[in-house]
Each structure stands twice: as C-alpha cells, then as structure tokens.
C-alpha cells in the first residue's frame, strides 16, 4: 500500500539547519548572534510569528533588508542539510513512499534544494504558490500538486506545532512532529492536538513510518 501513500517534508528545520540564515541577519543588523537567537527563542515561546523578533530591537524596515539579507546568505548549501535529510528521502523512497517537498519559504529555494541533492516528484515554495501556512488553502494545493490524493495517505512532516501539526490535522493528513529546531523544542503540543506521530529526528520516521498508518 506504500505507494499509494505520500510523504510531504516541510523545509525549515526539518531539511534545512536555518542557524546560518539567521546568523545573516544578526550581521545584517549588527546585533550579535547569541544576542538575536535567544530574543528569537523568547518570541517563539510567546507563540509570536518569527518576523515578532525585529521589533524587539526596534527593527521596523527589515523588509528592506532582505535582499542585502540574501546576497549574504547565497542561498541553501550542502552544509545547511541535516545529516540526515538526505539518508532519509532516500530510504522512504526505497520503502515505497511518495515524497514531496512543499513549505514556506521563497520561490528560489526550489532550484536551491535540487542543486544540494534533495529531489521529491513534487517541490513548491509558498512565495510559488501565492498562499503558505498554516492556512487551509496551502493544505489544499498541496494535494493538488500531489495529483489529489486522499488527505488520510498523506503524512506531514515538519518542526512547528502551529504551522504544521494544528493545520494539517484539519486538512485531514497524517501530522508527523519533527522535535528539532527552535519550534520542535520550544513549542508544547495542546492537550487536545495529537499528531500521528513525534519524533526527533528524520532517522527516527524513516524507522517508526509504518505507526502513522496504524493497522485496523
């Protein structure tokens, strides 16, 4: 039956360690780094969006920054992939599985995600497809993409409670909580919000992917 089943990894700290990316910002802003991830750390804990962490520092034109951002960044490398990003697509794909890559961020981080070796039958960013999580409509394209499954043969694996595990339990996929990353170890699930699966690591799904689909 796996191959009626799909696997949709989410990019941000799931695939991609993003300790680079914001390290660029700190210099961006003169703020030292440890300075920026802790304030960083504080909004998260708050439940603020990310982009919360600028007017901390009374920050308000970080917009403007973004490509001077950008250019010092250069965009995803090889180094940036968890050491087990790849091991891990590899392995669902010779177990069966279906994979994707579907997530919020910037419409060049496609090219840049196959130029470092991850591949998956269906890649988007949200700046492509005009909408990103957690809305419902992001959900929906994403089967779309995938060529319409059924929500329940999707599982959706990503770091954030708010973004991921809530809105893709509604749309009806299969939430995998990857506890990795500012969110995975920040964040506490609600008492009411149960993912089909928690795990710590890629490693651990490509081991533990047969529970998302419990047997009836």
């Known amino acids: 039956m796996t191959d009626a089943r799909w696997v949709v990894l989410d990019v941000g700290e799931t695939l991609i360690d993003e300790t680079r990316i914001w390290s660029a910002w700190a210099d961006e802003l003169?703020?030292?780094?440890?300075?920026?991830?802790?304030?960083?750390?504080?909004?998260i804990a708050r439940g603020d969006a990310h982009g919360d962490v600028f007017s901390v520092f009374g920050i308000d034109d970080w917009r403007d920054r973004v490509p001077s951002v950008e250019r010092a960044y250069g965009g995803f490398r090889r180094e940036d992939l968890y050491p087990d990003a790849i091991p891990t697509m590899e392995a669902l794909r010779a177990k069966?599985?279906?994979?994707?890559?579907?997530?919020n961020q910037p419409a060049s981080?496609?090219?840049?995600?196959?130029?470092?070796?991850?591949?998956?039958?269906?890649?988007?960013?949200?700046?492509?497809?005009?909408?990103?999580?957690?809305?419902?409509?992001?959900?929906?394209r994403c089967l779309e993409l995938m060529g319409g499954p059924d929500a329940g043969t999707v599982a959706y694996v990503g770091d954030r409670i708010d973004n991921v595990v809530i809105p893709a339990n509604a749309a009806g996929m299969r939430a995998v909580w990857l506890r990795r990353g500012p969110w995975g170890v920040i964040q506490e699930l609600p008492a009411d919000v149960r993912p089909?699966?928690?795990?710590?690591?890629?490693?651990?799904?490509?081991?533990?992917?047969?529970?998302?689909w419990p047997a009836a």
């Not at 991850?118 to 960013?125: H, I």
């Not at 089909?196 to 998302?212: H, M, T, Y």
Request: aromatic share 6%.
């Open 96 to 103: 069966g599985y279906r994979l994707a890559i579907v997530a």
């Open 30 to 43: 003169r703020i030292p780094r440890l300075t920026l991830h802790a304030a960083f750390g504080a909004i």
């Open 196 to 212: 089909a699966l928690v795990v710590d690591s890629l490693a651990e799904l490509v081991d533990r992917i047969g529970e998302v």
């Open 109 to 140: 981080r496609t090219a840049e995600l196959r130029a470092i070796g991850a591949e998956a039958e269906v890649m988007a960013m949200s700046d492509e497809m005009g909408i990103a999580k957690p809305d419902p409509a992001f959900f929906a």
